[in-house]
């Protein structure tokens, strides 16, 4: 089975600063996709970046990019330039390549960004 | 384009009392998802539709849980009775397809937070 592991439970930064979010997982697949969601404290999921397994390249969505080390099977997101809207739980989760769709997340890391 | 909806946004009821919640996704959605997410933890899925069929309800807890999805658009989740740790928050997310392929990205609604006393 499939899992999720967020290390980090609480990460803190300065407002126009840079952070970096931890994620590893496990998977004996060599077909998936793996996803950063934002929970702000009014609950709705945003996507905030996708990485599918097959390409090299690292994804980059403007001031969030991913840092994705298949043979370690890491998954790390930088937020550059930190914002205060940047403060909400993020979610690191996993999507087999299958046809079930189905999201296995981490527990999440909260992240507080300081002014 | 108008979201997930879902309601109520939150619901407090006590042990052995039953609650629905509701769900509308995107317009022509065709797959639909309940999610579980109990403070301090991700969000499991409890049950996911295509159209009106279930593709994968391995985590229902089917004893107290049930869904449907009658007419492949609107769903519901009931719990009945309901106990002390299905306190959570509820998430309905829904995608244009089940196929290969991340463009069928998940949508997420509010969310119900249920309080059961």
């Known amino acids: 089975a499939q899992t999720v592991t967020q290390s980090q439970p609480e990460m803190s930064v300065q407002e126009a600063e840079t952070v970096t979010l931890s994620c590893t997982y496990d998977t004996s697949e060599s077909d998936y996709y793996l996803f950063w969601y934002k929970q702000p404290p009014s609950r709705q999921m945003i996507l905030v970046i996708r990485?599918?397994?097959?390409?090299?390249q690292n994804a980059t969505e403007n001031r969030f990019s991913v840092n994705f080390q298949k043979a370690a099977k890491s998954f790390s997101l930088k937020i550059s330039d930190s914002q205060l809207g940047d403060a909400a739980m993020y979610f690191c989760?996993?999507?087999?390549?299958?046809?079930?769709?189905?999201?296995?997340f981490g527990t999440g890391t909260l992240l507080a960004v300081q002014p | 384009e108008a979201g997930v909806a879902q309601s109520p946004r939150y619901k407090i009821i006590e042990k052995r009392q039953s609650v629905a919640f509701w769900c509308n996704p995107i317009?022509?959605?065709?797959?639909l998802y309940w999610y579980q997410q109990i403070l301090g933890q991700g969000p499991k899925l409890l049950i996911q539709f295509q159209n009106n069929g279930v593709v994968d309800d391995s985590q229902l807890p089917k004893d107290r849980f049930s869904a449907e999805r009658l007419k492949g658009v609107d769903s519901t989740l009931k719990i009945q009775p309901a106990k002390l740790e299905d306190s959570a928050v509820y998430l309905c997310a829904s995608s244009l397809a089940l196929y290969r392929g991340s463009r069928y990205e998940q949508y997420f609604g509010p969310g119900t937070r249920l309080t059961v006393t």
């Open positions: 990485q599918e397994a097959y390409k090299q």
């Open positions: 317009s022509g959605h065709a797959t």
């Open positions: 989760a996993y999507r087999s390549g299958g046809a079930t769709n189905k999201l296995i």
